[in-house]
């Protein structure tokens, strides 16, 4: 059975491939500079054309900015500058009518500060259950009541005006939610009940090993906290136990609909600990980002594979594979950095230095291993998420001048990380114009000159672009793709070959020179063949 036909059935996220789209830079229909959901619905046909299953569409509430949409005023509201409800109607009826699902980011680990339960916690006296909802604590004078340091930098706690301090793990914009309290956890139902009420298929749910903390004095100091990925539950502020039983309660609710609404966690915890967010009376999928973070090397890729799918089969959920996203450099870029022994650069974590020390980037080097990887991904049981602008082969954007810059990793951090904003910048649709096609106004972060090159317009009609990789890679694998068996064929160090039911075949060659093809038909190769020979950075698809 092909993913299109499983659309209308409760496992339709099994298998399949998720586009991200980052909504404030991905189409503006109204010249103001920022995309919006009229700009999306325009794409529609765009996406069709691609041959995606699901959009999953990235924070679009009310919101100041202070974390690019992260910060939510309102979750059951939208942002007047993107939209309004009638428009997320709109775009998923037309995402329904082109056999595509919706799932939206849900943002549960904390409120922005313009939330109607953080500005009424500041107004009300310390002590007071308003304040309850939010993690207030009394500090040591003027010092916060621990040393913990925020995910972006500085520190992760904020003094009010009557001297209490607030958490929050990520910016002071973002205050963290207290889940012990019984309203913030109803309230949360509702949200899931509004958006599926909507006719949304699912949600993707952010920072979601961050809800339960164990705040029991004293605080243990950032110095003996352990790493997130050896703490196995017994860190005070990620992945703790308590955790499951919110998601629990979710899965109940998302499962009175029919479809059930499918939900996948962003937890960065070590594989071991994902399988409990993506099980079946959890939250059903858990990403893993254990390919983006893999370096461009054989064994790196088969050992996570390997350890992934066993995973997946255990806790009868189905892997994820994702290298891009709207948090890391992009991986066309990535691939393309020179080798650095820190790991820094090719971390997917790691967002460009700003200090003068970002490497040279082989642009074609990149490339060439990024159109590779995806052919690699795109062959995989589980479901393949994709990042707008991929499909272009879009570099990062590294030159941003510092007064464009948005990301509060860059602020907080005092400009020693440059921040997200490289892999933001709305995407190219035309060769020239104002912003690319984007829109008919500017663009909120800034497009290089370089950009008409990697358009849309620029690549349809050429049938050696990326583009048009994706597009042929997304059709056959409709047709290809069955099952969650693979098998390996070993042979050669540097070159991953396996095959799928049906005697489907992926090969990749991580090596220098180029290898022998297997006595098969190629139906796809993500660059030039050498003959019968496969070159290096290069993968094949046969049957
Ligand atoms: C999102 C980020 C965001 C953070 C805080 C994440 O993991 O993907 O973009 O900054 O959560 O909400």
Known sequence: M???????????????????????????????????????????PYLEALGIDAVWLSPFYPSALADGGYDVDDYRAVDPRLGTLADIDQLVDALHAANI????????NHTSDRHAWFTEALAAPKGSPARERYIFREGDGDQPPSDWDSVFGGSAWAQTADGQWYLHMFAAEQPDLNWEHPEVRADFLQTLRFWSDRGVDGFRVDVAHALMKDLSEPMPSQATLPRVSESYGLHPLWDRDGVHEIYREWRQVLNEYDPPRSAVAEAFVPASRRARYASADGLGQAFNFDLLQADWEYDKFRQVIEENLALADQNGSSSTWVFSNHDVVRHATRYGLPKDPSGLWQDGKAWLLSNGTEPTVD????LRRARAAVLLMLALPGSAYLYQGEELGLQEVGELPAANLQDPAYFRSKGAEKGRDGCRVPIPWTVGGLSFGFGSGG??????????????????????STLSL????????????????????????WVLHFTRPGGWQSITNFGVAPVELPDAAVVLSSGPLEGDKLPSDTTAWLI
Do not use: C
């Open 363 to 366: 642009v074609e080097l990149g």
């Open 2 to 44: 092909t993913s299109k036909q499983l659309t209308n059935d409760a496992d339709w996220w099994r298998q399949a491939v998720v586009y991200q789209i980052y909504p404030r830079s991905f189409a503006d229909s109204d010249g103001d500079g920022l995309g919006d959901l009229q700009g999306i619905v325009s794409r529609v």
């Open 443 to 464: 663009s909120h972060l800034l497009q290089p000159k370089w950009f008409g090159g990697y358009s849309v317009e620029a690549q349809e009609g050429d049938v050696s």
């Open 101 to 108: 699902k919706l799932i939206v980011d849900i943002v549960p």
């Open 470 to 493: 994706y597009r042929k890679a997304l059709a056959v694998r409709r047709g290809l793709q069955t099952g969650n068996s693979l098998t390996w064929v070993d042979g050669t160090d």
